[in-house]
């Protein structure tokens, strides 16, 4: 089953602004990743964000972190036409060999 | 360029068939998975290996078999195909099983059982 949901499940904003995605989950983590899914192809590793991290910087990507409340947000500004994509959050359980565990994914639209 | 090859890019399969979606990775990584993707929920894992010569069981792994008989190649195995089988399949490596590691992902294989 799932362990958690990315919010909103689609969002649309103009070029030049920022998007912002959550993502829940429920037990230990790891570690948490977001990933982008262009339309009809694979998913591509964005940026990793460990138990013990609060914030994490990458470009456009800003990614925070809360274990006591076990929640995520990325945060891409300055957003483009080519962000155009679906974003996915994947817990790394705690514990030995525990594979990713994907949420559903926010679609993100951004209008020129 | 260095990456992961999954082969075929679609097919349409009559159920009851079976069929194996190809998976192989020029990176050396240990580390390999199935997903299958189905709209509104996600992507759910299949089976895993976490090196040569070893598989296990992901979350939803009924109807489908895989084996690791080398770094490279990671195939998936439906041996009667049903059509709750119709789905988009990922293939994903990583350098080894632990956990700081990211997954790289192949372009995807679209199946449809009818």
């Known amino acids: 089953s799932q362990q958690g949901e990315e919010d909103p499940q689609a969002l649309s904003i103009q070029e030049g602004e920022n998007a912002t995605m959550n993502c829940s989950y429920k037990t230990s983590i790891n570690n948490l990743q977001w990933y982008r899914q262009n339309s009809g192809r694979g998913l591509v590793h964005l940026i990793l964000?460990?138990?013990?991290?609060r914030e994490k910087h990458s470009g456009r990507l800003r990614v925070t972190l809360d274990t006591s409340k076990k929640s995520s947000s990325l945060l891409i500004t300055a957003s483009r036409a080519a962000d155009t994509a679906s974003y996915f959050c994947a817990r790394r359980p705690s514990g030995s060999a525990r594979q990713l565990t994907f949420g559903s994914g926010t679609q993100l639209t951004v209008l020129p | 360029i260095a990456g992961i090859t999954q082969a075929p890019t679609s097919q349409i399969l009559a159920a009851g068939r079976r069929m194996t979606l190809r998976c192989t990775q020029d990176?050396?990584?240990?580390?390999m998975y199935w997903y299958r993707q189905d709209l509104g929920l996600g992507l759910r894992l299949i089976h895993y290996s976490n090196t040569a010569g070893t598989t296990g069981k992901g979350e939803v792994p009924d109807g489908y078999s895989v084996s690791r008989a080398n770094t490279d190649d990671f195939p998936l195995t439906l041996a009667s195909a049903v059509p709750s089988q119709t789905s988009v399949y990922f293939c994903?490596?990583?350098?080894?099983?632990?956990?700081?590691?990211?997954?790289?992902f192949g372009s995807g294989t679209r199946l449809t059982v009818v």
């Open positions: 994903a490596s990583s350098p080894d099983r632990r956990w700081f590691y990211g997954y790289t």
């Open positions: 964000i460990r138990s013990n991290e």
């Open positions: 990176m050396r990584h240990n580390a």
